[in-house]
Protein backbone atom coordinates (compact mmCIF):
# COMPACT_ATOMS: atom_id res chain seq x y z
CA UNK A 1 0.00 0.00 0.00
CA UNK A 2 1.15 3.35 -1.09
CA UNK A 3 1.43 5.98 1.89
CA UNK A 4 -0.65 8.40 0.32
CA UNK A 5 -3.09 7.30 -3.14
CA UNK A 6 -4.70 9.33 -5.97
CA UNK A 7 -6.72 8.41 -8.46
CA UNK A 8 -4.17 9.71 -11.70
CA UNK A 9 -7.31 10.20 -13.91
CA UNK A 10 -7.72 12.19 -15.97
CA UNK A 11 -10.44 13.79 -14.76
CA UNK A 12 -12.19 15.79 -17.37
CA UNK A 13 -15.11 18.57 -16.23
CA UNK A 14 -16.49 20.94 -18.28
CA UNK A 15 -16.30 24.55 -17.90
CA UNK A 16 -18.07 25.71 -14.71
CA UNK A 17 -18.36 22.67 -13.54
CA UNK A 18 -17.33 21.27 -9.90
CA UNK A 19 -13.89 19.23 -9.63
CA UNK A 20 -13.65 16.69 -7.27
CA UNK A 21 -9.90 15.31 -6.71
CA UNK A 22 -9.44 12.63 -3.78
CA UNK A 23 -6.63 11.51 -1.73
CA UNK A 24 -6.42 8.46 0.92
CA UNK A 25 -3.30 8.11 2.86
CA UNK A 26 -1.94 5.60 5.28
CA UNK A 27 -0.32 6.96 8.48
CA UNK A 28 -2.73 7.47 10.93
CA UNK A 29 -0.63 9.82 13.02
CA UNK A 30 -0.35 12.48 9.65
CA UNK A 31 -0.74 15.84 10.91
CA UNK A 32 -0.39 17.93 8.21
CA UNK A 33 -2.15 17.84 4.92
CA UNK A 34 -1.54 20.22 1.61
CA UNK A 35 -2.92 20.41 -2.21
CA UNK A 36 -0.25 21.39 -4.81
CA UNK A 37 -1.17 22.05 -8.49
CA UNK A 38 1.50 21.58 -10.96
CA UNK A 39 1.36 22.51 -14.51
CA UNK A 40 3.27 20.31 -16.79
CA UNK A 41 6.81 20.74 -16.90
CA UNK A 42 6.25 23.32 -13.85
CA UNK A 43 7.68 23.32 -10.39
CA UNK A 44 4.32 22.13 -7.74
CA UNK A 45 2.68 25.50 -5.98
CA UNK A 46 0.28 25.43 -2.70
CA UNK A 47 -3.25 25.96 -3.58
CA UNK A 48 -4.34 25.03 0.09
CA UNK A 49 -3.05 23.05 3.69
CA UNK A 50 -5.60 22.19 5.96
CA UNK A 51 -4.56 20.64 9.80
CA UNK A 52 -8.31 20.05 11.26
CA UNK A 53 -11.03 18.08 10.68
CA UNK A 54 -13.83 19.91 8.36
CA UNK A 55 -14.01 21.70 5.88
CA UNK A 56 -11.50 24.98 4.90
CA UNK A 57 -12.65 27.72 1.74
CA UNK A 58 -10.06 29.63 0.29
CA UNK A 59 -12.28 31.34 -2.82
CA UNK A 60 -13.33 28.61 -5.58
CA UNK A 61 -10.88 25.55 -3.33
CA UNK A 62 -12.14 23.93 -0.74
CA UNK A 63 -10.08 21.47 1.06
CA UNK A 64 -12.19 18.63 3.42
CA UNK A 65 -10.48 16.16 5.82
CA UNK A 66 -11.48 13.48 7.47
CA UNK A 67 -8.46 12.15 9.54
CA UNK A 68 -10.83 8.99 11.05
CA UNK A 69 -11.50 7.73 7.36
CA UNK A 70 -7.70 8.88 6.73
CA UNK A 71 -9.43 10.93 3.35
CA UNK A 72 -8.26 14.60 2.32
CA UNK A 73 -10.43 15.76 -0.58
CA UNK A 74 -9.92 19.22 -3.02
CA UNK A 75 -12.74 20.87 -4.15
CA UNK A 76 -12.97 22.99 -7.32
CA UNK A 77 -15.96 24.99 -7.72
CA UNK A 78 -16.30 26.88 -11.57
CA UNK A 79 -13.58 24.90 -12.97
CA UNK A 80 -12.03 26.90 -15.70
CA UNK A 81 -10.13 25.62 -18.13
CA UNK A 82 -6.64 27.48 -16.41
CA UNK A 83 -7.22 24.91 -13.59
CA UNK A 84 -6.23 21.92 -16.39
CA UNK A 85 -2.86 20.81 -13.99
CA UNK A 86 -2.02 17.57 -11.68
CA UNK A 87 -2.75 18.02 -8.60
CA UNK A 88 -0.38 16.50 -5.96
CA UNK A 89 -1.36 15.61 -2.37
CA UNK A 90 1.29 15.32 0.31
CA UNK A 91 0.75 14.13 3.73
CA UNK A 92 3.12 15.06 6.71
CA UNK A 93 3.73 15.28 10.28
CA UNK A 94 6.34 15.32 12.50
CA UNK A 95 8.45 12.78 11.44
CA UNK A 96 10.46 13.87 8.34
CA UNK A 97 10.74 10.61 7.06
CA UNK A 98 7.18 10.04 6.70
CA UNK A 99 6.41 13.31 4.50
CA UNK A 100 5.20 11.83 1.11
CA UNK A 101 3.13 13.14 -1.81
CA UNK A 102 1.09 11.51 -4.02
CA UNK A 103 1.52 10.83 -8.01
CA UNK A 104 -1.39 12.97 -8.52
CA UNK A 105 -4.37 13.56 -10.47
CA UNK A 106 -4.10 14.59 -13.49
CA UNK A 107 -7.70 17.46 -14.31
CA UNK A 108 -8.55 18.31 -18.02
CA UNK A 109 -11.10 20.88 -17.86
CA UNK A 110 -12.78 21.48 -21.34
CA UNK A 111 -13.97 24.65 -22.46
CA UNK B 1 12.55 38.49 -8.55
CA UNK B 2 12.91 34.58 -8.10
CA UNK B 3 12.18 33.08 -4.84
CA UNK B 4 13.56 29.93 -5.32
CA UNK B 5 15.99 29.88 -8.19
CA UNK B 6 17.99 26.76 -9.07
CA UNK B 7 20.94 26.70 -11.95
CA UNK B 8 21.48 24.41 -14.52
CA UNK B 9 18.01 23.94 -15.64
CA UNK B 10 18.84 20.63 -17.63
CA UNK B 11 22.03 18.49 -17.22
CA UNK B 12 23.22 15.99 -19.31
CA UNK B 13 25.92 13.69 -18.37
CA UNK B 14 27.60 10.60 -18.38
CA UNK B 15 27.09 7.53 -16.43
CA UNK B 16 29.73 7.53 -13.67
CA UNK B 17 30.27 11.04 -13.47
CA UNK B 18 30.03 13.56 -10.72
CA UNK B 19 27.35 16.48 -10.82
CA UNK B 20 26.33 19.65 -8.57
CA UNK B 21 22.74 21.30 -8.85
CA UNK B 22 22.74 24.74 -7.04
CA UNK B 23 19.91 26.17 -5.28
CA UNK B 24 19.61 29.76 -4.09
CA UNK B 25 16.31 31.17 -1.95
CA UNK B 26 15.64 34.63 -1.23
CA UNK B 27 12.76 34.47 1.01
CA UNK B 28 14.64 34.40 4.04
CA UNK B 29 13.53 30.84 5.21
CA UNK B 30 15.03 28.84 7.62
CA UNK B 31 14.81 25.36 5.68
CA UNK B 32 15.61 23.94 2.17
CA UNK B 33 15.03 20.58 1.17
CA UNK B 34 16.06 18.82 -2.23
CA UNK B 35 13.21 16.83 -4.02
CA UNK B 36 13.65 14.11 -6.55
CA UNK B 37 10.55 13.21 -9.23
CA UNK B 38 10.43 10.51 -11.41
CA UNK B 39 9.45 9.62 -15.01
CA UNK B 40 5.60 8.44 -12.83
CA UNK B 41 5.62 12.14 -11.41
CA UNK B 42 6.11 10.84 -8.02
CA UNK B 43 7.94 13.46 -5.97
CA UNK B 44 10.21 12.10 -3.34
CA UNK B 45 11.73 13.90 -0.47
CA UNK B 46 15.67 13.48 -0.38
CA UNK B 47 16.66 15.82 2.22
CA UNK B 48 15.73 18.85 4.71
CA UNK B 49 18.46 21.30 6.22
CA UNK B 50 18.03 24.08 8.93
CA UNK B 51 21.10 25.78 10.37
CA UNK B 52 20.56 23.36 12.82
CA UNK B 53 20.53 20.04 11.29
CA UNK B 54 20.61 18.08 7.82
CA UNK B 55 17.43 15.40 8.03
CA UNK B 56 18.79 12.72 5.23
CA UNK B 57 15.56 10.37 3.93
CA UNK B 58 16.54 6.40 4.96
CA UNK B 59 16.14 5.48 1.63
CA UNK B 60 18.31 8.10 -0.58
CA UNK B 61 21.92 6.27 -1.92
CA UNK B 62 24.77 8.24 -0.12
CA UNK B 63 26.06 9.06 -4.08
CA UNK B 64 23.87 12.00 -2.81
CA UNK B 65 25.16 14.84 -0.36
CA UNK B 66 23.31 18.45 0.37
CA UNK B 67 26.00 21.16 0.95
CA UNK B 68 24.88 24.65 2.29
CA UNK B 69 27.43 27.27 2.14
CA UNK B 70 25.03 29.58 4.20
CA UNK B 71 21.49 29.54 4.72
CA UNK B 72 20.00 30.82 1.86
CA UNK B 73 21.89 28.12 -0.55
CA UNK B 74 21.30 24.54 -0.55
CA UNK B 75 23.54 22.46 -3.01
CA UNK B 76 23.09 18.56 -3.80
CA UNK B 77 25.99 17.04 -4.93
CA UNK B 78 25.77 13.59 -6.81
CA UNK B 79 28.86 11.09 -7.20
CA UNK B 80 28.49 7.97 -9.21
CA UNK B 81 25.80 9.18 -11.45
CA UNK B 82 23.79 6.32 -12.48
CA UNK B 83 20.97 5.59 -15.15
CA UNK B 84 18.27 5.54 -12.19
CA UNK B 85 19.30 8.99 -11.25
CA UNK B 86 17.26 10.75 -14.35
CA UNK B 87 14.72 12.48 -12.92
CA UNK B 88 13.85 16.03 -12.29
CA UNK B 89 15.12 17.51 -8.77
CA UNK B 90 13.16 20.54 -7.03
CA UNK B 91 14.78 22.49 -4.58
CA UNK B 92 12.09 24.12 -1.88
CA UNK B 93 12.22 26.14 1.13
CA UNK B 94 10.19 26.77 3.71
CA UNK B 95 9.96 29.15 7.18
CA UNK B 96 9.62 25.69 9.52
CA UNK B 97 12.73 25.40 11.15
CA UNK B 98 11.40 22.53 13.42
CA UNK B 99 12.96 19.99 11.53
CA UNK B 100 9.31 18.74 10.94
CA UNK B 101 7.77 19.24 7.06
CA UNK B 102 4.34 21.00 8.59
CA UNK B 103 4.99 24.20 6.72
CA UNK B 104 4.20 25.79 3.49
CA UNK B 105 7.35 24.98 0.66
CA UNK B 106 8.04 27.21 -1.97
CA UNK B 107 9.57 25.13 -5.00
CA UNK B 108 12.57 26.32 -7.41
CA UNK B 109 11.80 25.57 -11.16
CA UNK B 110 13.40 21.95 -11.12
CA UNK B 111 16.61 21.02 -12.89
CA UNK B 112 15.56 17.94 -15.38
CA UNK B 113 18.85 15.34 -14.97
CA UNK B 114 19.71 13.21 -17.83
CA UNK B 115 22.29 10.47 -17.34
CA UNK B 116 23.46 8.69 -20.48
Known amino acids: QKEVEQNSGPLSVPEGAIASLNCTYS??????FFWYRQYSGKSPELIMF????GDKEDGRFTAQLNKASQYVSLLIRDSQPSDSATYLC???????????FGSGTKLNVKP | DTAVSQTPKYLVTQMGNDKSIKCEQN?????MYWYKQDSKKFLKIMFS???????INETVPNRFSPKSPDKAHLNLHINSLELGDSAVYFC???????????????FGPGTRLTVL
Open chain 2, 92 to 106: ASSQDNAGTVTDTQY
Open chain 1, 27 to 32: DRGSQS
Open chain 1, 50 to 53: IYSN
Open chain 1, 90 to 100: AVGGYNFNKFY
Open chain 2, 27 to 31: LGHDT
Open chain 2, 49 to 55: YNNKELI
